[in-house]
């Protein structure tokens, strides 16, 4: 297995940081204290091919492959894990299960305003009562014939301040449990669906993260997406994508806080020398390079089975995603810590760094579910 980047996926890379470092990191401060959403970096983001990086080009996407995603959304997140995860949903959970399942009638509609900017894209599984069990969800659709009509609450959900499309899951048939659920494209125009509460979070603070409210939401019958009944194998398989995705987000959250933590230890200075000179410091930043590129081969291993066509690459995402993440919140504390009495205030990004990671734990699957996963696929 060769992990050496193409000279495309280097071009993309080299890309993605440089606008990175120009136009995401000086205001990634400013929009985690405001939770404004950044829509104006987003639409340049998207100028870019950013927002359809995996949708091939006759659908107005970049007609990349899932390393080259993966890359951009560790570049992105190496300065701002917001507008990490903002390229994250929009591509993976969004725009690719529209593809992926879609009629060609639903990709000509969606994918092209999706992968310009003009709409943005969210998905929505999570309820006030279904976190890691997706099966218990409560939301319903009834068929009435033209159109179906949709009741229920989405809780947590990235984008929806800011998106057009939503990728929506209900029960067609609760009796069926996973068997009767099904997915849905919704429009925030649709009648009977509405924006609620927006969340103030710890961390990722300005990814319009809000409720969605369905209350009798017409939605047309030609917006069933996959096909009656096919909702939870929908959801399965664009989470099994999404978390090579938030896996590389984990990689770009943690090889920020070594890259800071790095040059404040050859910096600051400490009886006499710099911190860096001392080994329990060097301890630190060698812990930390090692669990980065761990966890940046893993996400690549994830990627390319993906790229490479396998069948099923659950078990390799899901470790992906659970190392990463750990990795994640483990770095950043160090980075906390090696920055000191300053790593604990705002005025270093390390501090900003360490609340955006912790979610990486929680989102596409908490770490303890991706254990059971991991766990389910090796005992097969």
Not at 55 to 83: K, N, Q, W
Request: charged fraction near 25%; hydrophobic fraction near 40%; charge should be negative.
């Amino acid at each position: 297995m060769d992990f050496a980047l193409t000279q495309d996926q280097k071009m993309v890379r080299d890309m993605v940081r440089e606008f990175a470092v120009n136009e995401i990191e000086p205001i990634a401060a400013e929009i985690d204290e405001s939770r404004e959403f950044p829509k104006e970096t987003i639409k340049k983001m998207a100028g870019l091919g950013l927002m359809g990086v995996v949708i091939p080009e006759e659908y107005g996407g970049a007609g990349m492959d899932f390393t080259t995603l993966a890359i951009i959304c560790e570049e992105i997140s190496r300065v701002c894990a917001t507008h990490g995860v903002i390229t994250a949903v929009t591509n993976s959970l969004c725009a690719y299960p529209i593809y992926h399942f879609g009629t060609e009638e639903q990709r000509k509609k969606y994918l092209p305003a999706l992968t310009s900017g003009k709409s943005l894209g969210a998905i929505g599984i999570t309820e006030p009562a279904a976190g890691s069990d997706p099966a218990s969800m409560e939301t319903t659709a009834v068929d009435k014939g033209d159109h179906y009509v949709l009741n229920g609450t989405k809780q947590w959900i990235t984008n929806a301040e800011a998106a057009d499309v939503f990728v929506i899951f209900a029960y067609t048939d609760p009796e069926e449990r996973h068997k009767g659920m099904s997915a849905f494209i919704v429009e925030k125009d649709h009648e009977g669906f509405s924006i609620g509460k927006h969340e103030n979070l710890m961390g990722i603070r300005a990814t319009g993260n809000c409720e969605l409210i369905m209350d009798d939401c017409k939605v047309p019958k030609e917006n069933l997406l996959g096909g009656e009944g096919n909702g939870f194998k929908v959801v399965m398989h664009t989470l099994d994508v999404s978390r090579i995705d938030i896996g590389a987000q984990g990689v770009g959250i943690s090889q920020g806080a070594l890259d800071a933590a790095a040059k404040y230890a050859k910096e600051r200075e400490q009886f006499g020398r710099p911190i860096g000179k001392f080994e329990m410091v060097q301890d630190m930043i060698a812990q930390m390079a090692a669990q980065t590129d761990a966890a940046r081969l893993l996400v690549y291993r994830a990627a390319s089975l993906k790229d490479g066509g396998a069948e099923r690459f659950t078990r390799e995402a899901a470790i992906a995603k659970y190392f990463a993440a750990e990795t994640a919140v483990a770095v950043t504390r160090m980075a906390v810590q090696i920055h000191g009495g300053n790593g604990y205030s705002k005025e270093y990004a390390v501090e900003r760094m360490y609340r955006d990671a912790k979610i990486v734990e929680i989102y596409e699957g908490t770490s303890q579910i991706q254990k059971i996963v991991i766990a389910r696929e090796t005992l097969r």
